[in-house]
Every structure is written in structure tokens, then in C-alpha cells.
């Protein structure tokens, strides 16, 4: 089923992202947590792409697997900075072959060594080939609540994100916030640009202390005041902060469903609990 048509109703909905190994002999081990994950019955399930294409192969077998087994609509991404054209047509029509309608076209990170590389540049690019090799995928496209690290400015990043939009992206996904304000400011400022696809707020739940550094490094993400409290309190011990990671991202849920965000995508990090301690305490308002 299309994410498209998923998104459609005013029903609450809620997915999970998981990513697939970088190494064959770990495969077995995620997809064993992916299934887990998938037997939770979420509207949709997301398989990243690694950096570089390296995990294109797991990406999409892990995809088509979920999808087969569970009958779960799946999302399978595909990053363009190191595609070529070639790989683009080869992986779309691998996707469809493999009864695979959604691709997240990503840019993806830029190497390390600054260069761009093969023939694309940017998400909009990527996303005008993959309508002109077959327009009846539905694509979803990333998007910055607090802008992208690389814009100058919010307006300059939303602007781009209306390219993105007017290029075929069907709908979009956030990064991860910690402020469900930042969203609402975010949504505001791109409904008022006439950007009107659905947006996807992408739940981050921080289970250990080590992932606070790291998600702010990767995604510029503002820390409020109240999570650096909850870090503080609870950091030092796993279990503790695991549990509490957990409720500040349901708090953080249930406050956008109240607010009419009825949609909801969360990075679940390959962690079955984390998944059903998050469907546990929504089973009541995603039913």
C-alpha cells in the first residue's frame, strides 16, 4: 500500500524506521529485531540506506521481507550522493519488481572528504528521476524543523524544501526534535509557503546518555532544558534512562496527536522494547 494512501484518513497512525546491517553476518540478528518490530502491527514500517549505498542490498531484502511476512507497507530508502544515474534505474526497478511502491529519496552525507560524487547533488534531482522512470512510486522526502545544518538561513532551507516538494515528493519526514514547539513553529512557517504535503514528525527516543552528544552532532537538534534535566537525572543508569528516553518520547507523542499531528514516524534504532514500550502506551490511541 502507498504511504500516500496511509496518510489520506484522520486516523492516527504511527510507524517505525529501522536500518539493516553493514556487514552480511549481522543480518540475521536485525532481521530478527525488524520482525519483532513489524509483529507490532505499525501502519508502516521505514529501512534505511547506508552512507555510500553500502547496505543497498540489506536495504532492500530487508524491505521486502517485512512487506512479505507481516503484510506491512514498507518504505525503502535510497540515497543519491554516491548513485549514479545507472544505480538510480537499477534500484527503482528492483523496488518494483520486488512489489516495493515507496522510496525515501534521500541526498544522504556528503563523504568526509568534501566531494560530491557521481551525478547527483541534491534530493530534488534524485527525485525528478525516480518520477521519470516510473511516476507511480510514492516518495517522501526529508525535512529540517530547526533547518538544515548546510542552509544559511530557515528560509533558504524551506525554500528548497518547496523544490523538493513541487519536484514529486509526496510527503515528508522531520528530523528528530526534542521540542514539540519547534515543530509547530516549522509547520507553520512551510503551510505558509504553500507547502501542504503531509509532515511526518520523526520521534528520536534517546535511551542512553551516549546518544544526546551524538544526535545533536548529527541532526543540530535544540536539547530543552527539561530532557538535559531527565539526562542528568537518570544518565548514569541504563535501565533508568531507557525507560525514561521512552516516556519523554510517548509525552512528546501524545502531546502532537492532542495537537491534530496524527501521523507519526519513530526512529526506533533497531530496539524492539523501545518500539513496543512506545505501542504499549499508545494502545488505547492508536487503536
Same mark, same amino acid.
Request: hydrophobic share 35%; glycine share 6%.
Given at each position: 500500500m502507498k504511504i500516500s494512501d496511509i496518510l489520506k484518513n484522520n486516523e492516527v497512525t504511527i510507524s517505525f524506521e529501522v536500518f539493516p546491517p553493514k556487514t552480511d553476518d549481522k543480518f540475521d540478528a536485525v532481521e530478527a529485531a525488524?520482525?519483532?518490530?513489524?509483529?507490532?502491527? #505499525?501502519?508502516?514500517?521505514?529501512?534505511?540506506?547506508?552512507?555510500?549505498?553500502? !547496505?543497498?542490498?540489506?536495504?532492500?531484502?530487508?524491505a521486502d521481507r517485512i512487506q512479505k511476512k507481516y503484510d506491512t507497507s514498507v518504505l525503502g530508502h535510497l540515497t543519491c550522493v554516491s548513485s549514479t544515474k545507472d544505480d538510480v534505474r537499477r534500484l527503482v526497478n528492483e523496488y518494483k519488481e520486488r512489489g516495493i511502491n515507496n522510496i525515501m529519496a534521500l541526498?544522504?552525507?556528503? #563523504?568526509? +572528504?568534501?566531494? !560530491?560524487?557521481?551525478?547527483?547533488?541534491?534530493?530534488?534531482?534524485?527525485?525528478?528521476?525516480?518520477?521519470?522512470? +516510473?511516476?507511480?512510486?510514492?516518495i517522501g522526502g526529508a525535512c529540517y524543523p530547526e533547518g538544515h545544518?548546510?542552509?544559511?538561513?530557515?528560509?533558504? @532551507?524551506?525554500?528548497?524544501?518547496?523544490?523538493?516538494?513541487?519536484?514529486?515528493? +509526496?510527503?515528508?519526514?522531520?528530523? *528528530?526534535?526534542?521540542?514539540?514547539n519547534t515543530l509547530y513553529n516549522f509547520l507553520y512557517r512551510i503551510r505558509e509557503k504553500g507547502i501542504e504535503v503531509p509532515v511526518l514528525p520523526g520521534i528520536m527516543p534517546i535511551t542512553n546518555e551516549k546518544q544526546v552528544a551524538r544526535s545533536v552532532? /548529527?541532526?543540530?537538534? !535544540?536539547? #530543552?532544558?527539561?530532557?538535559? !534535566? *531527565?539526562? @542528568?537525572?537518570?544518565?548514569?543508569d541504563p535501565d533508568k534512562m531507557s525507560q525514561a528516553g521512552i516516556i519523554y518520547a510517548t509525552e512528546q507523542i501524545i502531546d502532537l496527536i492532542a495537537n491534530g499531528v496524527n501521523h507519526i514516524h519513530v526512529y526506533s534504532?533497531?530496539?524492539?522494547?523501545?518500539?513496543?514500550?512506545?505501542?504499549?502506551? /499508545?494502545s488505547c490511541i492508536i487503536s
Amino acid at each position: 500500500m502507498k504511504i500516500s494512501d496511509i496518510l489520506k484518513n484522520n486516523e492516527v497512525t504511527i510507524s517505525f524506521e529501522v536500518f539493516p546491517p553493514k556487514t552480511d553476518d549481522k543480518f540475521d540478528a536485525v532481521e530478527a529485531a525488524a520482525e519483532q518490530i513489524a509483529s507490532l502491527k #505499525p501502519h508502516f514500517m521505514s529501512v534505511t540506506y547506508g552512507a555510500g549505498g553500502g !547496505t543497498s542490498k540489506h536495504t532492500i531484502e530487508l524491505a521486502d521481507r517485512i512487506q512479505k511476512k507481516y503484510d506491512t507497507s514498507v518504505l525503502g530508502h535510497l540515497t543519491c550522493v554516491s548513485s549514479t544515474k545507472d544505480d538510480v534505474r537499477r534500484l527503482v526497478n528492483e523496488y518494483k519488481e520486488r512489489g516495493i511502491n515507496n522510496i525515501m529519496a534521500l541526498r544522504g552525507d556528503i #563523504p568526509k +572528504d568534501g566531494r !560530491t560524487v557521481f551525478d547527483y547533488n541534491y534530493a530534488r534531482e534524485l527525485i525528478l528521476d525516480i518520477k521519470a522512470i +516510473d511516476e507511480s512510486f510514492c516518495i517522501g522526502g526529508a525535512c529540517y524543523p530547526e533547518g538544515h545544518v548546510e542552509c544559511s538561513s530557515q528560509t533558504e @532551507d524551506i525554500e528548497h524544501l518547496k523544490e523538493k516538494v513541487e519536484a514529486g515528493c +509526496d510527503f515528508l519526514t522531520t528530523q *528528530m526534535f526534542f521540542d514539540n514547539n519547534t515543530l509547530y513553529n516549522f509547520l507553520y512557517r512551510i503551510r505558509e509557503k504553500g507547502i501542504e504535503v503531509p509532515v511526518l514528525p520523526g520521534i528520536m527516543p534517546i535511551t542512553n546518555e551516549k546518544q544526546v552528544a551524538r544526535s545533536v552532532a /548529527l541532526s543540530g537538534a !535544540t536539547i #530543552p532544558q527539561r530532557f538535559r !534535566t *531527565m539526562v @542528568d537525572r537518570f544518565g548514569y543508569d541504563p535501565d533508568k534512562m531507557s525507560q525514561a528516553g521512552i516516556i519523554y518520547a510517548t509525552e512528546q507523542i501524545i502531546d502532537l496527536i492532542a495537537n491534530g499531528v496524527n501521523h507519526i514516524h519513530v526512529y526506533s534504532m533497531n530496539k524492539p522494547h523501545i518500539a513496543e514500550g512506545i505501542m504499549e502506551s /499508545l494502545s488505547c490511541i492508536i487503536s
